[in-house]
């Protein structure tokens, strides 16, 4: 028997299986965390990728815009190295009162200052001005650029526009419809218009009605996906100065920083999250034993979401997804739980269509899901009436789930691939 003890909400779910059905545990790659985060930034900028080095590029009093992600991306760490990149741009001539952050928010409301103060800390929030860029705020003012070959128009903020040096700075990990996050997702959806933000994102939908989700429009994929695509020509569009991403290690410990050209150093990046999160398997499983990785990964469903995508690509077609999510704050958010409320697909699409959300879109990828997987979620017995709304089996122990599973599948002996980390790790078939 080989024994597993998962991480659930704040505790844990412990188990044995028999050796025999276990396939694969897919646990992504150990990489040391960054000693000094300092020292490891400056090596990047005076060493980027496809560009000079920052201090080459940004001349005497120039002004600067420094793109930053909202606190919902707090895990970049920005409190640890904006200091010292405020004062690297100080030695290149560059003083405090010539630099400013611009805050991208998407689509997402504006965050309070105090929420300011905790990601980026208060050194940084005393010493430059904080600009926000939001597509559903009246006070942003986005310039249009055109459009691109898919039709959508490239409108960007005029701060970032009108800056003498442009810097993108975020995190890069797998993310859902992009691919990848990171790069020019510091634009697009970063710093663009509602309307260019709804478009691109409605990219993420196959052109008929009744057709639901792009296939293209997933985890790791950045070939043939329109999204994408579109994204790297508003990148295109605006041309950035630099990009400071960094890449997180399986602990959430900065691994790494990569710098330089708002695109090369971008996929350098994607390779390194490749190579941390994306697990060879040998085979897909009957069934998938996944967890988010505990509290708050699995804080409520729509965080959650990440641990299904991630483990459907671990199971058979037809098989058996086995969530573990304690799910503390499950009918949040609303605006995610409510779209079940349509229960019908096509009309869900429609909703879709007339008005796209991410949150809407999560609810259809997922509902597609469950015509192709059957999914049990251990679970909160309380839990249980929102579940129902949603469509999904609830049951409260692990040992229930494994017995129902067998029952789904009509045998006992079936195989089952394990994923501790789902919400981060990405399975990939060997060829």
Same mark, same amino acid.
């Given at each position: ?19 025999? #059905? ?12 960054? /000693? ?82 905790? #990601? ?34 490239? #409108? ?24 990848? *996050? ?77 710098? *330089?050209?708002? #695109? ?67 009918? /949040? ?7 079940? /409320? ?24 997922? *509902? ?22 949603? *469509? ?19 045998? /006992? ?19």
């Amino acid at each position: 028997m080989k024994q597993f003890k998962l991480k659930y909400g704040r505790g844990y779910v412990e188990f044995d299986l028999p050796t025999q #059905e276990v396939l694969n545990v897919v646990e992504g790659a150990e990489y040391p965390a960054i /000693e000094d985060m300092g020292t490891a930034l400056v090596e990047s900028l005076n060493n980027p990728t496809g560009t000079a080095p920052l201090n080459e590029i940004v001349q005497p009093n120039e002004s600067v815009c420094i793109v930053v992600s909202d606190i919902t991306r707090a895990w970049i760490g920005y409190h640890t190295f904006l200091p010292t990149l405020l004062n690297y741009l100080n030695e290149a001539g560059v003083p405090d009162e010539k630099i400013f952050l611009l805050i991208a928010y998407g689509a997402h409301r504006l965050q309070t200052e105090a929420e300011s103060r905790a #990601e980026f800390g208060d050194e940084v929030v005393d010493r430059v001005r904080i600009e926000h860029s939001s597509g559903i705020n009246s006070e942003s003012k986005f310039r249009h650029l055109g459009e691109t070959t898919h039709g959508v128009p490239i #409108e960007v903020n005029e701060l970032a526009l009108d800056a003498d040096r442009l810097i993108l700075t975020g995190g890069i990990v797998y993310h859902l419809m992009a691919g990848f *996050g990171g790069g020019r997702k510091a634009i697009l959806p970063g710093i663009s218009s509602y309307q260019t933000i709804q478009k691109n994102h409605c990219l993420c939908l196959l052109d008929n009605v009744g057709d639901g989700t792009n296939p293209d429009i997933v985890s790791g994929n950045i070939s043939h996906n329109i999204m994408h695509d579109d994204q790297m020509e508003h990148g295109r569009a605006v041309e950035a100065d630099f990009l400071i991403n960094s890449v997180a290690n399986t602990e959430g410990k900065v691994a790494k920083f990569v710098c *330089g050209h708002w #695109e090369d150093a971008w996929l350098e990046g994607t390779k390194l999250v490749e190579k941390i999160y994306g697990v060879e398997i040998s085979a897909l499983a009957d069934c998938v034993i996944a967890t988010a990785g505990g509290y708050p990964k699995d804080i409520n469903l729509y965080q959650g979401v990440k641990t299904q995508v991630n483990a459907v690509g671990a199971c058979k077609p037809g098989g058996v997804v086995i969530m573990l999510m304690e799910l503390d704050d499950i009918a /949040e958010p609303a605006e995610f739980i409510d779209w079940f /409320e349509t229960r019908d697909l096509r009309e869900r699409e429609i909703k879709l269509r007339n008005g796209f959300t991410v949150p809407g879109f999560i609810s259809l990828h997922l *509902g597609e899901d469950f015509q192709k997987y059957h999914h049990i979620l251990v679970t909160k017995p309380e839990n249980k009436p929102t579940c129902d709304r949603v *469509g999904i089996d609830v049951v409260t122990s692990i040992d229930e789930a494994l017995t129902h599973a067998a029952k789904l599948l009509g045998r /006992e002996d079936y195989t089952v691939n394990i994923m501790p980390l789902a919400s981060n790790t990405v399975p990939m078939l060997k060829k």
